[in-house]
């Protein structure tokens, strides 16, 4: 702590008073009565020594005025006349005897165990916030107490603020002190009194000691009095003359910025910050007026401190049940939207798989349709005598082993062959028979219908009305139609390589029944088609393979409509598994002749062949041939599809058997507009929760104004009574 002094004695006094000090071993005098026990300190006009009064046994304190020749007994008369005032004051020393007459004079009073604040700080540095505005509270009080008896101190500093037993600040120490009536100046210590009480012609003033015990404050929460820097105090000790400190002082308290500092020691505190910064205020207009405002402030910040906790959950509680409420919206609305659209989409399932089992019903007599019509066809008397014309011809067998090897299609030395062949009255009347054949009202739609000898060579076509010479008389025993798996071998397969033999001929693999072939690539047009085909037999002879092709989308017909539609897959194993054979867009860029090359490799993904519901992204794929079709965009995005396996009768017509075809329906349904009123009810539930989330949000901020005004009015009554305490501080002084 800084030496804190009382101003108004000289250096020459201070060091004359100590000098005595030492040289004195024993009390200055005796008092009846009272017993001296030892020296508790030395003050500016004499020594306070510890007594026991010998009647009630109550240890006091005894105040020698020693220094007669700079004791002003005016002085010592005021302070007598103010402490006999106070003597039902228990924030004040008590005072309890005089010794006027006395050589030196003498106050006996009451004796304070705990030393002073000055003690406490030296041996503390700085105390805690709690225990500092406690003190800070009391010695407000004893200064309202004080002030209501028309006295000011002039003089607070913590060397005049005495502890006791319970650690309650009492003060001590009037000898500075005036009555509001008073116009004399009183200087007090240097740091701890106002700027303008450093003036010879100051009046006193109630503020005077507001601004102190705002210096007490601020010293109890950071170990030193403000102003305290070193530079400035080694100005104010070079200063000789008493006038030259005062205005020193002043200068640098007027010129001070406190308020950092005070924010600092006040620990984010505002509230408080604000209080001490009003205390410490250079302009006594800006000060608090009297102890009573103080004390209101403070009592204010209690209440706000107070109503802080209930505040904040008031504010916060609201807040947090808004945002669960909005968690646990946001979790069920999901919840809600994940199980619906799950719900929606096994139904739709289960629907569209319903709808493809009709739809597949309808592909199957269909289908039923092309394989009665080749079984007719095989059965028919012209075909097989024809056939059994040319097995017997000897042109025909001399070169009937090289043209059905594959290799030879491309070999332009048996081009020769072909075209003498074409001529042949077996393939002239075979060919006039498949006119007859595809001119019938009861023939299904077809690209092409063909034989073979039993070799796989084709012997006879016809093409809507032509013949198309280019491919006859060449081996298609490679393809899936002749050799009966559900994919077409290569042409250059080792099984081929030199001459075949008649035995390597007959024991070719070949169709043993009704067969729907892989989709292949025309020879003809370069159209993908598939082939319905059966053998041509007579008793045991292998006479040859009957054949009706269709192009690939134009042999079953669906109901289709914008959002649902129906389509026809190969989902039998093989290169081939998942393409597309028919489909209402396909179609549609089919009767448009708008068909570009890669629309029929559009495969269907494998995983949505193994489900009999799914959903599919983009059935046709995203083909850049397809993308740019007009009208492709309609049949993107996602679909819930149910899919149903196409059966068909295989075999004589009178002995027909019902067998999975290996191609299968899906009946798909815009996922969006399965899902559209799902989407619209969810959407108007969201915008009900919505709207009753800023009706509460709005109710909330509503209870929180209401709350605030309430608070301010609070203020405002705070604000009166304040009003009315200065009114009271003014009247004191």
Same mark, same amino acid.
């Given at each position: 702590?800084?030496?804190?002094?009382?101003?108004?004695?000289?250096?020459?006094?201070?060091?004359?008073?100590?000098?005595?000090?030492?040289?004195?071993?024993?009390?200055?005098?005796?008092?009846?009565?009272?017993?001296?026990?030892?020296?508790?300190?030395?003050?500016?006009?004499? %020594?306070?020594?510890?007594?026991?009064?010998?009647?009630?046994?109550?240890?006091?304190?005894?105040?020698?005025?020693?220094?007669?020749?700079?004791?002003?007994?005016?002085?010592?008369?005021?302070?007598?006349?103010?402490?006999?005032?106070?003597?039902?004051?228990?924030?004040?020393?008590?005072?309890?005897?005089?010794?006027?007459?006395?050589?030196?004079?003498?106050?006996?009073?009451?004796?304070?165990?705990?030393?002073?604040?000055?003690?406490?700080?030296?041996?503390?540095?700085?105390?805690?916030?709690?225990?500092?505005?406690?003190?800070?509270?009391?010695?407000?009080?004893?200064?309202?107490?004080?002030?209501?008896?028309?006295i000011l101190h002039c003089d607070l500093k913590p060397g005049n603020v005495l502890l006791d037993t319970d650690l309650k600040p009492r003060l001590a120490d009037f000898g500075q002190s005036r009555l509001s009536s008073e116009a004399s100046p009183a200087l007090g210590t240097m740091l701890y009194m106002a700027p303008e009480q450093a003036d010879l012609?100051?009046?006193?003033?109630?503020?005077?000691?507001?601004?102190?015990?705002?210096?007490?404050?601020?010293?109890?929460?950071?170990?030193?009095?403000?102003?305290?820097?070193?530079?400035?105090?080694?100005?104010?000790?070079?200063?000789?003359?008493?006038?030259?400190?005062?205005?020193?002082?002043?200068?640098?308290?007027?010129?001070?910025?406190?308020?950092?500092?005070?924010?600092?020691?006040?620990?984010?505190?505002?509230?408080?910050?604000?209080?001490?910064?009003?205390?410490?205020? !250079?302009?006594?207009?800006?000060?608090?007026?009297?102890?009573?405002?103080?004390?209101?402030?403070?009592?204010?910040?209690?209440?706000?401190?107070?109503?802080?906790?209930?505040?904040?959950?008031?504010?916060?509680?609201?807040?947090?049940?808004?945002?669960?409420?909005?968690?646990?919206?946001?979790?069920?609305?999901?919840?809600?939207?994940?199980?619906?659209?799950?719900?929606?989409?096994?139904?739709?399932? %289960?629907k569209n798989q319903w709808a493809a089992k009709l739809a597949a019903t309808s592909a199957t007599t269909q289908l039923d349709r092309y394989c009665q019509f080749v079984v007719r066809m095989s059965e028919d008397p012209v075909v097989r005598e024809q056939l059994r014309q040319l097995l017997s011809d000897p042109d025909y067998q001399q070169v009937a082993a090289d043209l059905a090897n594959p290799k030879n299609n491309a070999d332009p030395k048996w081009d020769a062959t072909?075209?003498?062949?074409?001529?042949?009255?077996?393939?002239?009347?075979?060919?006039?028979?498949?006119?007859?054949?595809?001119?019938?009202? %009861?023939?299904?739609?077809?690209?092409?219908?063909?034989?073979?000898?039993?070799?796989?060579?084709?012997?006879?076509?016809?093409?809507?009305?032509?013949?198309?010479?280019?491919?006859?008389?060449?081996?298609?025993?490679?393809?899936?139609?002749?050799?009966?798996?559900?994919?077409?071998?290569?042409?250059?397969?080792?099984?081929?390589?030199?001459?075949?033999?008649?035995?390597?001929?007959?024991?070719?693999?070949?169709?043993?029944?009704?067969?729907?072939?892989?989709?292949?690539?025309?020879?003809?047009?370069?159209?993908?088609?598939?082939?319905?085909?059966?053998?041509?037999?007579?008793?045991?002879?292998?006479?040859?393979?009957?054949? /009706?092709?269709?192009?690939?989308?134009?042999?079953?017909?669906?109901?289709?409509?914008?959002?649902?539609?129906?389509?026809?897959?190969?989902?039998?194993?093989?290169?081939?598994?998942?393409?597309?054979?028919?489909?209402?867009?396909?179609?549609?860029?089919?009767?448009?002749?708008?068909?570009?090359?890669?629309?029929?490799?559009?495969?269907?993904?494998?995983?949505?062949?193994?489900?009999?519901?799914?959903?599919?992204?983009?059935?046709?794929?995203?083909?850049?041939?397809?993308?740019?079709?007009?009208?492709?965009?309609?049949?993107?995005?996602?679909? /819930?599809?149910?899919?149903?396996?196409?059966?068909?009768?295989?075999?004589?017509?009178?002995?027909?058997?019902?067998?999975?075809?290996?191609?299968?329906?899906?009946?798909?349904?815009?996922?969006?507009?399965?899902?559209?009123?799902?989407?619209?009810?969810?959407?108007?539930?969201?915008?009900?929760?919505?709207?009753?989330?800023?009706?509460?949000?709005?109710?909330?901020?509503?209870?929180?104004?209401?709350?605030?005004?309430? /608070?301010?009015?609070?203020?405002?009554?705070?604000?009166?009574?304040?009003?009315?305490? !200065?009114?009271?501080?003014?009247?004191?002084?």
């Amino acid at each position: 702590m800084i030496d804190d002094s009382t101003l108004s004695q000289s250096d020459d006094e201070r060091a004359d008073a100590s000098q005595r000090s030492l040289e004195r071993k024993g009390p200055p005098a005796t008092i009846p009565g009272y017993e001296l026990e030892y020296r508790i300190g030395n003050g500016a006009y004499g %020594e306070v020594w510890a007594a026991l009064d010998k009647t009630t046994g109550r240890r006091v304190a005894v105040k020698f005025y020693t220094h007669r020749g700079g004791v002003d007994m005016a002085m010592l008369a005021r302070e007598v006349e103010k402490l006999a005032r106070l003597s039902a004051v228990r924030y004040v020393i008590q005072l309890l005897d005089v010794g006027w007459n006395a050589s030196p004079p003498y106050f006996v009073m009451d004796y304070i165990e705990n030393g002073s604040l000055e003690d406490l700080l030296r041996e503390q540095g700085t105390l805690p916030k709690g225990q500092a505005l406690e003190i800070f509270r009391e010695v407000l009080a004893g200064l309202m107490h004080l002030h209501n008896k028309g006295i000011l101190h002039c003089d607070l500093k913590p060397g005049n603020v005495l502890l006791d037993t319970d650690l309650k600040p009492r003060l001590a120490d009037f000898g500075q002190s005036r009555l509001s009536s008073e116009a004399s100046p009183a200087l007090g210590t240097m740091l701890y009194m106002a700027p303008e009480q450093a003036d010879l012609n100051a009046v006193p003033d109630v503020r005077w000691d507001i601004y102190s015990a705002g210096v007490l404050l601020y010293c109890m929460l950071s170990g030193q009095p403000p102003h305290a820097d070193a530079p400035w105090l080694k100005t104010l000790q070079d200063a000789t003359r008493l006038e030259q400190r005062l205005e020193i002082y002043r200068r640098h308290v007027s010129d001070g910025n406190l308020s950092k500092s005070i924010r600092t020691i006040c620990q984010g505190d505002t509230s408080l910050a604000e209080i001490l910064e009003q205390c410490l205020a !250079t302009t006594p207009s800006r000060r608090f007026q009297s102890a009573e405002s103080v004390l209101l402030a403070l009592k204010q910040r209690e209440v706000q401190h107070a109503r802080r906790p209930l505040l904040i959950l008031g504010m916060v509680a609201p807040l947090l049940l808004l945002a669960v409420m909005l968690f646990f919206f946001s979790f069920m609305y999901r919840q809600a939207r994940e199980d619906t659209a799950a719900a929606i989409e096994r139904k739709a399932g %289960e629907k569209n798989q319903w709808a493809a089992k009709l739809a597949a019903t309808s592909a199957t007599t269909q289908l039923d349709r092309y394989c009665q019509f080749v079984v007719r066809m095989s059965e028919d008397p012209v075909v097989r005598e024809q056939l059994r014309q040319l097995l017997s011809d000897p042109d025909y067998q001399q070169v009937a082993a090289d043209l059905a090897n594959p290799k030879n299609n491309a070999d332009p030395k048996w081009d020769a062959t072909r075209a003498r062949l074409s001529q042949h009255p077996v393939t002239e009347r075979l060919s006039q028979w498949l006119l007859d054949y595809y001119s019938d009202a %009861e023939s299904p739609p077809s690209a092409s219908l063909f034989v073979t000898d039993p070799y796989g060579t084709q012997v006879a076509n016809r093409f809507l009305q032509d013949v198309s010479t280019e491919i006859l008389w060449k081996s298609f025993a490679y393809r899936s139609y002749y050799n009966g798996t559900n994919r077409d071998y290569a042409v250059e397969s080792g099984a081929d390589d030199g001459p075949l033999s008649s035995h390597d001929l007959t024991q070719r693999q070949r169709i043993q029944g009704v067969h729907i072939s892989a989709v292949f690539p025309s020879t003809a047009n370069g159209h993908w088609k598939i082939a319905f085909t059966t053998p041509i037999r007579v008793d045991d002879a292998y006479l040859g393979v009957v054949a /009706i092709t269709v192009d690939m989308g134009a042999f079953v017909e669906f109901e289709n409509g914008v959002y649902q539609y129906a389509f026809l897959v190969d989902a039998r194993p093989g290169a081939n598994q998942g393409t597309i054979l028919e489909h209402p867009f396909i179609s549609d860029l089919a009767s448009r002749g708008l068909i570009p090359d890669d629309i029929f490799r559009a495969r269907l993904a494998p995983e949505a062949l193994s489900e009999v519901t799914a959903v599919i992204q983009d059935p046709l794929g995203q083909r850049q041939a397809l993308a740019s079709s007009a009208g492709h965009e309609a049949y993107q995005g996602r679909w /819930i599809a149910g899919s149903a396996p196409v059966n068909c009768h295989f075999g004589e017509l009178d002995k027909a058997q019902l067998r999975d075809s290996g191609l299968r329906v899906f009946a798909v349904e815009s996922y969006a507009d399965a899902m559209r009123p799902s989407e619209q009810l969810s959407d108007a539930l969201l915008r009900l929760v919505t709207w009753l989330l800023l009706t509460l949000f709005a109710v909330f901020i509503a209870l929180v104004m209401f709350a605030m005004r309430s /608070i301010r009015q609070a203020e405002a009554r705070l604000q009166v009574r304040d009003a009315v305490a !200065t009114e009271v501080g003014s009247t004191a002084r």
